[in-house]
């Protein structure tokens, strides 16, 4: 049973869907409870796909990435997510955010700061998430404010994907206070880990992804220069919600991912597990519950696809 072959997927994207299979069959599953079970960032198998170009595949080749497009970027995603989700989560956190910074940042910002994600000698993640505020974009309450030329930030961050090991993060902080406009009043700023007043930690013990890292973070009069600001002031609205949009594809892609290897594998334990002499697979009650996560599962992935 064959739940993410290529029927639905376009020409174009076939190739890297396929480099991703073998590496998610070659080199993801075969350390996916390892990682799991010890709860470790796996370094390793990071470093592997960024030497098969698998890690920020959606940089530009200017900057050093392959340039591939959000169909086929969505194709990589189902694979390495059917293996283990925890490490492919960390395969694609490690260059999480660079489009915002293809996108809206200067020719500097990305000269300087791309190429070394897409190389696999720097990692990154973005900082949006709080304490008591989720994703409420319009709620955060980390603020920027500008202090001659540069800005210092105050606050707090919660669930950051490598806040902890990352080279440098895009965040997102209150810069203005409008109560008329409440989508004006945020913006985007590249943080260096190492600036003074940053200061994160890892959050132990997740039930699941037990191989990707999250950290809490606390910015403490963190202070970077004014050039660091990415795009406009007060536009981290609008760069952050495109952002989401790009990205609720790929993240439907992990949920494909993940059903995929549940399917799969509920489907093996059926066949091989026998009441009353012979494997329960064979009971109408198991196979109606099997055919309706089939139809769910195909649902998604078309809807998915169609979405891309």
Request: charged share 30%.
């Amino acid at each position: 049973m064959e739940l993410l072959d290529e029927s639905l997927v376009p020409e174009a994207a076939r190739g890297v869907k396929r480099e991703a299979r073998r590496f998610a069959e070659d080199v993801v599953r075969p350390n996916a409870a390892r990682h799991f079970r010890e709860g470790t960032y796996p370094t390793d198998v990071v470093d592997d796909a960024s030497d098969a170009g698998l890690v920020g595949v959606e940089i530009s080749p200017e900057y050093g990435g392959r340039g591939s497009s959000l169909l086929e970027a969505l194709a990589v995603t189902e694979e390495l997510f059917r293996a283990d989700a925890g490490i492919g989560m960390a395969i694609q956190g490690r260059s999480f955010g660079a489009e915002i910074l293809e996108a809206y940042g200067t020719e500097s910002q990305k000269r300087t700061r791309l190429p070394p994600i897409a190389a696999g000698e720097q990692f990154t993640g973005v900082a949006i998430s709080e304490p008591g505020t989720g994703s409420d974009l319009a709620g955060m309450t980390t603020a920027a404010e500008r202090d001659g030329d540069e800005w210092v930030i105050d606050g707090e961050k919660y669930w950051i994907g490598n806040g902890v090991d990352a080279d440098w993060l895009t965040v997102y902080a209150r810069t203005d206070d409008d109560p008329t406009d409440r989508h004006s009043n945020h913006s985007l700023f590249v943080v260096p880990t190492d600036s003074p007043g940053f200061d994160a930690e890892h959050i132990p013990e997740k039930i699941g992804m037990r191989a990707s890292q999250q950290a809490q973070i606390r910015f403490d009069g963190c202070r970077v220069p004014a050039e660091n600001l990415v795009g406009e002031e007060g536009a981290g609205f609008r760069m952050i919600a495109e952002f989401f949009d790009h990205g609720r594809v790929l993240a439907g892609g992990h949920g494909l991912g993940l059903a995929a290897a549940a399917i799969e594998e509920t489907r093996s334990f059926v066949e091989d597990r026998e009441a009353f002499g012979r494997p329960i697979g064979g009971f109408q009650a198991v196979q109606h519950e099997l055919a309706d996560a089939r139809t769910e599962f195909e649902s998604a992935r078309a809807l998915t696809w169609r979405a891309a």
